[in-house]
């Protein structure tokens, strides 16, 4: 199976700060990445797919980024609405794998 | 609007079974595939299996090969997930979610609002 880590696994940061979470994979995955948004009691939301393709309805701070094996996500402008857990998946190969997660809390 | 509805919250003894139901509405239920992922407390989201109503296909994660069925009844738009042989470690919430896209593009871009099923004796 694919592994994915993501760092940091957690991030204290302030609203307006710019934000990057990375997203590494054990092997070449192309493209296929997704980044997905979870607050608690919550079903994940897709924010990004194809490494950098914006979902429909997303705000345009959240961008993605790479290729292969090593990913981004930023976030331009923390709003207050972020705070939340962002999640990468792969999809190059089945089976689909997540990262670990990184959480996204309020300085 | 894409709509996934699921089943309600399950509490099961060890060993038992257990089968939730995705309902899906605004879109043509054949003409995407449902993931299923379980999310257990504090941990992150794990992908499980997918099924294509379409075509009648199924394939599971390894670990969940022999005790995991996937089935839909296609004139009620509504897909299933049945798992056996449960354990404590079977204690998640279990979401459906569409996938869309191929190759590259592939992603789970509508999700049901979770089901928790507990395993405890």
């Known amino acids: 199976d694919i592994h994915l880590t993501q760092s940091p696994s957690f991030l204290s940061a302030s609203v307006g700060d710019r934000v990057t979470i990375t997203c590494r994979a054990s092997?070449?995955?192309?493209?296929?990445l997704v980044w997905y948004q979870q607050k608690p009691g919550m079903a994940p939301k897709l924010l990004i797919f194809?490494?950098?393709t914006l979902h429909s309805g997303v705000p345009s701070r959240f961008s993605g980024s790479g290729s292969g094996t090593e990913f981004t996500l930023t976030i331009s402008s923390l709003q207050p609405e972020d705070f939340a857990t962002y999640y990468c998946?792969?999809?190059?190969?089945?089976?689909?794998?997540f990262g670990q997660g990184t959480k996204v809390e309020i300085k | 609007q894409v709509q996934l509805v699921q089943s309600g919250t399950e509490v099961k003894e060890p060993g038992a079974s257990v089968k939730v139901s995705c309902k899906a509405s605004?879109?043509?239920?054949?003409?995407?595939?449902l993931h299923w992922v379980r999310q257990a407390p504090g941990r992150g989201p794990e992908w499980m299996a997918w099924?294509?109503?379409?075509?009648?296909?199924?394939f599971s994660a390894n670990q969940f090969e022999g005790r995991l069925s996937l089935s839909s009844d296609r004139s009620a738009d509504t897909a299933y997930m049945e798992m056996s042989g449960l354990t404590s470690d079977d204690t998640a919430v279990y979401f459906c979610?569409?996938?869309?896209?191929?190759?590259?593009?592939?992603?789970?871009?509508?999700w049901g609002q979770g089901t928790l099923v507990t395993v405890s004796s």
């Open positions: 099924m294509c109503p379409y075509r009648v296909e199924t």
């Open positions: 092997q070449g995955i192309g493209s296929a």
């Open positions: 194809a490494a950098s």
């Open positions: 605004g879109y043509s239920f054949m003409a995407n595939c």
């Open positions: 979610a569409r996938g869309s896209g191929s190759y590259d593009w592939r992603r789970l871009d509508y």
């Open positions: 998946e792969q999809f190059n190969t089945y089976p689909a794998t």
